[in-house]
């Protein structure tokens, strides 16, 4: 996942390979309450890992539930058997509504059943998001459910600590043009309550987001519990009614979450298209039908009961006027995809999305303005005719991880212009992985990548600054001294001679090495403490003036210039390896400062060292470096050069990426 301020999107060509979804968080969050209300312990299978789910699994933990990760990946819920351990909690909920709202209802009834006191509260956005139709249900039951700040609004409390009669024997009315959770929460909730006598409840107005509904009858039906439904505006849960677990229970994949790589199938080049596995034809969740509207934009789909494979078919896309009613999450992506159709498209009926993570109607429609589209916008629709002339923007997302995702597509405008997503990390709500998913299944021409060149002496500190300019950007890191200091390593294991040239090219070329989290590994093996050594240094030194291995590390040095960017440190990388380098720093300092600095490090790590040895060292490497034939250290022509003497790392790092902001489209930002 990118924990980064932004992540830039280079213009991007083409798609194709296989991807693997996360678990739907709708059913995911459906079952993991499910299975704690039950009889029995429950195996949950391919559980999404999210924010949403680690709230719903922290509540739950503080509400008595005994949950435990088995051997085979599934995670065993102990169920309460309606039961309730615990009887006062105050449970943090973030920004899940599919936390909040089921909760709310469960713990409101087993507050007034057990006598116990629950409050629940969220970030400051769930603050915003209205409860009010749920809380009114809940009142009229007998629940004593109050409102700590706004009325209608969390944050909540639920019970007064001691037992509270329900009122059971008439029909439960609320309201389903809000939002469909409200139901969801009631019809997971009253089969608690509905041990002597069947509970009904009675929709007023339209109920919205029909879809949803159908998982949760199909998931209570799973838990044992049949729900009885009178078309869509009467459900009635039977007298008698009680969870029991279903032993062990799959979580398929997320159909909204596969919206993103239809989408993709449809709009990008691909000799092989797009596979989504997890979910398919046989999905139970209604954003499946996200489908049925795709193709009629023009996307050639397949499918199976768990696989789905798309391709580009009708280009550009065709514009459709489209009742999104029964895809209220995936249909967020038609937006993104009417940017690239052949006239105006409309999206209606879709109300329930100004009360989502965001107003995602204001927001899809801010943003796509930004990029050059014609948007007009309702109380429940969206109208959006495409960019005449695409402009590069950067996509403020809300903190909503739909926005991050849908808006990724726009990197493949025929303009060529690259995407920046501000807050990236907002996609770990359902999807932490989808930005690197997402680049594993993309490409384009390699002169689109961004590359970052750190060159400089030894010492001055050049590895330390490429990897936290590399880690703010989300980029690739290269340390491209790592590599010489690795075949030295690889060599001094394999009892090769540093002047066998041909031996140690042999072992360049076939070199395992990997950089993850700050360390470098060989073989899997981590060398990231011995690589640092000075006597390693003075190896590598002399490994480096073999032309035969510099040749054999060429081609590895060019591998890591993967989407979305790369930086890379050394010696030659801007004036050799990288020569198109939009950005080519030459960092420097004192021979003496750099001395002074190795010289501290040493020590710190506790390993004996002389200053005076240390600096003589320097001097030597500077000269061989400088004067070797073939690729001497020295600044290439366009660098910009960066004298850290007397700045600390903080002052550098910031010196470069204003310096790389600069060369960006974003520079305006």
């Known amino acids: 996942m990118y924990s980064i301020p932004f992540l830039d999107i280079p213009p991007l060509a083409t798609a194709g390979g296989t991807v693997r979804l996360p678990g739907s968080k709708s059913i995911s969050n459906r079952v993991l309450l499910l299975a704690a209300l039950s009889e029995g312990h429950t195996d949950v299978a391919d559980l999404l890992d999210s924010d949403d789910t680690q709230v719903m699994l922290a509540a739950l933990r503080q509400l008595g539930c005994q949950i435990e990760p088995q051997p085979d990946g599934a995670l065993r819920v102990h169920g309460l058997g309606g039961l309730l351990p615990v009887r006062q909690a105050r449970l943090l909920l973030g920004n899940a509504g599919t936390a909040m709202r089921p909760l709310t209802a469960a713990l409101a009834l087993l507050a007034s059943t057990h006598g116990a006191e629950f409050e629940l509260s969220g970030v400051p956005r769930m603050h915003e998001r209205p409860i009010g139709d749920l809380v009114d249900a809940l009142r009229q039951l007998g629940c004593a459910v109050g409102c700590l700040g706004q009325e209608g609004y969390p944050p909540l409390k639920l019970g007064t600590g001691t037992p509270l009669a329900l009122h059971l ?106 596979a989504i596995e997890g979910v398919g034809l046989a999905s139970i969740q209604g954003d499946i039908r996200f489908i049925e509207a795709a193709s009629r934009m023009g996307a050639e789909i397949t499918g ?198 041909p031996a140690l090219a042999c072992l360049a070329a076939q070199l395992p090495l990997a950089f993850r989290d700050h ?28 032309l035969a291995v510099r040749s054999a590390l060429h081609a590895l040095q060019l591998s890591f210039r993967r989407l979305p960017g790369l930086v890379a440190d050394g010696r030659d990388m801007g004036t050799v390896i990288f020569p198109d380098a939009a950005l080519k720093v030459f960092l420097t300092a004192t021979a003496g400062q750099r001395a002074e600095r190795r010289h501290k490090q040493l020590i710190s790590k506790g390993i004996a060292a002389n200053i005076d040895s240390l600096l003589a ?44 902001q600069g060369t960006t489209a974003f520079s305006g930002n």
């Not at 469909?180 to 109920?207: H, M, N, R, W, Y």
């Not at 992985?433 to 490409?443: A, K, M």
């Not at 360390?519 to 073999?546: C, N, W, Y």
Request: a negative charge; glycine letters at 6%; one cysteine or more.
């Open 169 to 274: 024997d008439q029909p439960i009315p609320v309201r389903g043009d809000v939002s469909s959770q409200f139901l969801t929460a009631l019809l997971l909730a009253l089969p608690l309550v509905a041990q002597k006598q069947a509970i009904v409840i009675d929709v007023v107005g339209e109920l919205i987001s029909r879809p949803y509904i159908e998982i949760t009858l199909n998931l209570l039906s799973r838990f044992g519990v049949q729900v009885q439904r009178d078309g869509w505006q009467r459900f009635t849960i039977p007298a008698g009614s009680r969870y029991r677990s279903p032993g062990r229970i799959p979580v398929e994949g997320d159909a909204s979450s596969a919206s993103y790589f239809i989408a993709l199938g449809a709009i990008a080049q691909s000799t092989q298209g797009i």
């Open 617 to 660: 060292d320097l001097q030597a490497r500077d000269l061989r470096d400088s004067s070797r034939t073939h690729a001497p250290l020295k600044p290439a022509e366009d660098a910009l050069k960066l004298d850290n003497s007397e700045l600390g790392i903080e002052q550098s790092v910031q010196v470069v990426l204003n310096w790389w």
């Open 519 to 546: 360390k470098v590994f060989l073989g899997g093996r981590d060398i990231t403490d011995p690589l640092r050594l000075e006597s390693t240094g003075g190896m590598a030194s002399r490994v480096s003036q073999h």
């Open 304 to 501: 199976e009961a768990n696989r789905l494979h798309i391709r580009r078919g009708t280009w550009p896309l065709k514009a459709i006027d489209l009742d999104c009613n029964h895809i209220p999450d995936a249909a967020m992506t038609l937006a993104v995809m009417a940017l690239y159709a052949d006239g105006t498209t409309t999206l209606r009926n879709i109300a329930s999305w100004r009360v989502k993570e965001t107003d995602r109607i204001a927001a899809m429609a801010n943003e796509c303005r930004k990029l050059g589209a014609t948007v007009e916008e309702g109380a429940d629709f969206i109208r959006i005719t495409p960019p005449t002339a695409w402009k590069a923007a950067s996509i403020h997302t809300y903190d909503d991880h739909r926005v991050a995702m849908c808006f990724s597509l726009a990197a493949f405008n025929p303009a060529g212009l690259p995407v920046r997503i501000e807050d990236p990390k907002c996609v770990a709500k359902t999807f932490p992985d989808y930005f690197e998913t997402l680049f594993e299944v993309c490409t384009t021409p390699v002169q689109d990548i961004p590359v970052i060149c750190i060159d400089g002496p030894t010492a001055s500190g050049k590895g330390t600054l490429a990897s936290e300019v590399a880690q703010r950007l989300g980029y690739h890191l290269l340390d491209s001294g790592a590599l010489y200091r690795a075949t030295a390593l690889a060599a001094q294991d394999a009892g090769v001679s540093l002047d066998d040239e």
